[in-house]
C-alpha cells in the first residue's frame, strides 16, 4: 500500500526558508520508474506544481520558481525534502507531495497535503 | 497563470453529460499523449481520474472519459451523480521534462 505525508511547518515569516518532508512507504525511490513531485494549492487558486525528483536523482524545477527550490531525497529514510527560499505571503498554500508514475506521466497517489502560511 | 487553458465553471443537471475541455500548445497537450486528469474535492487529496489522454484506472466510473484532438484534450463526465461535483485538473508532460497543470474547472450538478 503506497502512503505519503507531508510534514513541516504550519507558519514561516516572510523572507524565511521553508522545508518540507514528504514521508513515504509502499515504494522506494531507488527503484526505476520512481518520482516524487510537490505541488501546491493556493488558497482558492489552481493546483500549481513545483518540483520533481527521479530514482536517478534527476532533478527538475517549475521554471517560475527554479531559483528559490531544491528537491533532494534521502532514500534510506524514505523521504523526500523540498526546500523554498525567501517565502512571501503570496506562497500562502496547501502543499502536496506525490508519486509520479513515470512510465505513463501521472501522479498515482497523493498526500493529504499540509497547509503553510506565510505571515509576520 | 496556468499553462493549460480550463473554462473555470461547468454545470450540468444530475445524469446529464459533461465536457470539460483543457487548451495547451504543442509543446505539451498536442505533443504528446501524457494527458491526466484529477478530481479534486476540497480538504482532500486529489484523485487520478484519467491517464495518457484516455485510460481509466481500475476503480474509476466508465462514466468517466477522456480525449484529444490536437492542442485540446477533453474529460468527460456522463450521467452526472451529486458525488462528481468537485474541482477537475488536467495535467500534461512537456518538452521541458515538467508538468504542466490547468486553472482548474469547478464541476457543479444542479
Known amino acids: 500500500q503506497v502512503t505519503l505525508r507531508e510534514s513541516g511547518p504550519a507558519l514561516v515569516k516572510p523572507t524565511q526558508t521553508l522545508t518540507l518532508t514528504c514521508t513515504f512507504s509502499g515504494f522506494s525511490l531507488s527503484t526505476s520508474g520512481m518520482c516524487v513531485s510537490w505541488i501546491r494549492q493556493p488558497p482558492g487558486k489552481a493546483l500549481e506544481w513545483l518540483a520533481r525528483?527521479?530514482?536517478?536523482?534527476?532533478?527538475y524545477y517549475s521554471t517560475s520558481l527554479k531559483t528559490r527550490l531544491t528537491i533532494s531525497k534521502d532514500t534510506s529514510k524514505n523521504q523526500v525534502v523540498l526546500t523554498m527560499t525567501n517565502m512571501d505571503p503570496v506562497d500562502t498554500a496547501t502543499y502536496y507531495c506525490?508519486?509520479?508514475?513515470?512510465?505513463?506521466?501521472?501522479?498515482?497517489?497523493w498526500g493529504q497535503g499540509t497547509l503553510v502560511t506565510v505571515s509576520s | 497563470q496556468s499553462a493549460l487553458t480550463q473554462p473555470a465553471s461547468v454545470s450540468g443537471s444530475p445524469g446529464q453529460s459533461i465536457t470539460i475541455s483543457c487548451t495547451g500548445t504543442s509543446s505539451d497537450v498536442g505533443g504528446y499523449n501524457y494527458v491526466s486528469w484529477y478530481q479534486h474535492h476540497p480538504g482532500k487529496a486529489p484523485k487520478f481520474m484519467i491517464y495518457?489522454?484516455?485510460n481509466r484506472p481500475s476503480g474509476v466510473s466508465n462514466r468517466f472519459s477522456g480525449s484529444k484532438s490536437g492542442n485540446t484534450a477533453s474529460l468527460t463526465i456522463s450521467g452526472l451523480q451529486a458525488e462528481d461535483e468537485a474541482d477537475y485538473y488536467c495535467?500534461?508532460?512537456?518538452?521541458?521534462?515538467?508538468?504542466?497543470f490547468g486553472g482548474g474547472t469547478k464541476l457543479t450538478v444542479l
Open positions: 506525490a508519486r509520479y508514475n513515470w512510465g505513463s506521466r501521472y501522479f498515482d497517489y
Open positions: 495535467t500534461s508532460y512537456t518538452s521541458s521534462n515538467t508538468l504542466a
Open positions: 495518457e489522454v484516455s
Open positions: 525528483i527521479d530514482w536517478d536523482d534527476d532533478k
